[in-house]
């Protein structure tokens, strides 16, 4: 067998809240003497996330609606068996990749958005502001307004706004308004544009943008695209769609493998998992793997630190290379942020979760590999589970276990040609 599907009936109707199961108390979120991010929250989040950003509640209920629009989109996604992958690699290991990539914009960043735009629009918001820095997930957040008949604006991490302009035409088809970051939209961007007006962007600033202009206008809230508990929250349907393929062919995973940029594509395919693991009903391998050029969770600190740049939300305890942390240009642009999902983070702490690196041209070659014997392209971020997913093949090759490694396959690569040439000519550096 190829593919495990499910039917349209079996979309999740709960997503689960790992915060009811955690081993040790989730720290709360802080501010500074002088600030006011916590006061903040209310203003540019919609009551619907807040609750569940605070929530210990183990179940949430998925609103009819943003059920609907799951089964809209094409879930629940299928779950392949990589059987051209194991061939090649020889491996006695069974690899399953879980296809995010098969929703309309290409990643799993839609269960989120669309989850956010509702409760906004329940709130009587009329706007929705975001960061984007690859570009996926304000495309996401586009579509997910588009749906729900509301405004959408993007601000993209400059850098990416010009060396991705087909995600610019996407957003724009789904009528979102994009400016690339810094802009002259907001204080924060001018005064960043005056002291380099050269500026590339981070996704630290583009989130300060972001927040400036839902502060400013009380129909607007914020939408954050990972690192927040709603985020993890909305994203676990994955994994709980996991659960039931995994069960109909009477199954269990011994690893999962994610790549982290935020931490919500990993956490959104591990946390039901992980709720077995915390019980004793599960033994499993969690790995979560990020580029060695931002290597958060491998090399950063676990400390309190803002999420964005101009210190406008609250501080989060979390790894984090600092708020200021410009990382380099690489292809994987989702997974450029100095920070982390707290609940990620505290889960690493407890060391429930394993965090690896591997680096930019690793990542290509096994993408290549995988494009060769699956045929689908991987997102250069998809590329950094696969590349470990494959490590941890090969190791079962030598021992001769038959493991079941599962791969959260978060989305596919197609706009992401750029990067693919300068690896094929070989201008790709780690
Ligand atoms: C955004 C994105 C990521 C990284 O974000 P997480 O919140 O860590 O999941 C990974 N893969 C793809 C395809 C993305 O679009």
């Known amino acids: 067998m190829y593919k495990i599907t499910l039917n349209e009936k079996d979309t999740p109707k709960k997503w689960y809240n790992i915060a009811a199961d955690l081993p040790v108390e989730f720290p709360e979120y802080s501010q500074t003497d002088e600030g006011k991010q916590l006061e903040n929250l209310p203003k540019?989040?919609?009551?619907?996330?807040?609750?569940?950003?605070?929530?210990?509640?183990?179940?949430?209920?998925?609103?009819?609606?943003?059920r609907n629009v799951y089964k809209q989109i094409g879930r629940p996604s299928p779950?392949?068996?990589?059987?051209?992958?194991?061939?090649?690699?020889?491996?006695?290991?069974?690899?399953?990749?879980?296809?995010?990539?098969?929703?309309?914009?290409?990643?799993?960043?839609?269960?989120?958005?669309?989850?956010q735009a509702y409760y906004a629009k329940e709130d009587g918001a009329e706007r929705l502001t975001t960061e984007t820095g690859a570009g996926q997930w304000g495309t996401a957040l586009s579509l997910a307004c588009s749906l729900l008949d509301m405004d959408c604006t993007v601000y993209m991490v400059k850098i990416s706004?010009?060396?991705?302009?087909?995600?610019?035409?996407?957003?724009?088809?789904?009528n979102g308004e994009i400016l690339p970051s810094p802009s002259d939209r907001t204080e924060f961007g001018k005064k960043i544009l005056k002291e380099d007006p050269q500026h590339p962007g981070s996704l630290g600033i583009a989130i300060s943008e972001a927040i400036e202009d839902a502060l400013n206008d009380e129909k607007v809230y914020y939408s954050l695209g990972s690192v927040l508990n709603h985020v993890m929250l909305h994203q676990t349907?994955?994994?709980?769609?996991?659960?039931?393929?995994?069960?109909?062919?009477?199954?269990?995973p011994d690893v999962m493998i994610g790549c982290v940029g935020g931490g919500s594509n990993f956490a959104g395919s591990t946390f039901p998992f992980i709720k077995d693991k915390l019980s004793g009903d599960l033994d499993c391998e969690f790995i979560a793997v990020e580029p060695s050029s931002c290597p958060t969770l491998t090399k950063g600190e676990y400390k309190y630190?803002?999420?964005?740049?101009?210190?406008?939300?609250?501080?989060?305890?979390?790894?984090?290379?600092?708020?200021?942390?410009?990382?380099?240009?690489?292809?994987?642009?989702?997974?450029?942020?100095?920070?982390?999902?707290?609940?990620?983070?505290?889960?690493?702490?407890?060391?429930?979760?394993?965090?690896?690196?591997?680096?930019?041209?690793?990542?290509?070659?096994?993408?290549?590999?995988?494009?060769?014997?699956?045929?689908?392209?991987?997102?250069?971020?998809?590329?950094?589970a696969i590349k470990v997913g494959i490590d941890?093949?090969?190791?079962?090759?030598?021992?001769?276990?038959?493991?079941?490694?599962?791969?959260?396959?978060?989305?596919?690569?197609?706009?992401?040609?750029?990067?693919?040439?300068?690896?094929?000519e070989g201008k790709i550096k780690d």
């Open 44 to 66: 540019i989040f919609s009551k619907g996330v807040l609750g569940q950003e605070l929530s210990t509640d183990r179940w949430i209920e998925i609103p009819k609606l943003v």
């Open 79 to 115: 779950l392949f068996r990589a059987k051209g992958l194991e061939a090649h690699l020889d491996t006695p290991a069974k690899i399953f990749y879980k296809r995010e990539d098969m929703s309309p914009t290409g990643s799993h960043k839609l269960n989120t958005a669309i989850a």
């Open 161 to 174: 706004f010009k060396q991705k302009p087909y995600r610019k035409t996407i957003m724009h088809l789904y």
């Open 237 to 252: 349907i994955i994994g709980q769609e996991i659960q039931m393929q995994m069960n109909k062919i009477d199954a269990t």
């Open 305 to 384: 630190d803002f999420g964005d740049t101009a210190g406008l939300t609250p501080l989060i305890k979390m790894y984090t290379l600092g708020h200021d942390f410009i990382p380099p240009s690489v292809h994987a642009g989702g997974l450029r942020y100095h920070g982390m999902s707290p609940l990620v983070a505290l889960l690493t702490h407890e060391k429930i979760i394993e965090p690896r690196s591997v680096s930019q041209t690793s990542v290509f070659e096994s993408n290549k590999l995988f494009a060769q014997t699956e045929g689908v392209v991987p997102a250069p971020e998809t590329g950094h």
């Open 392 to 424: 941890e093949a090969i190791k079962c090759r030598k021992t001769g276990e038959e493991k079941n490694i599962i791969i959260n396959f978060s989305g596919h690569g197609l706009l992401d040609l750029q990067g693919y040439d300068d690896f094929l």
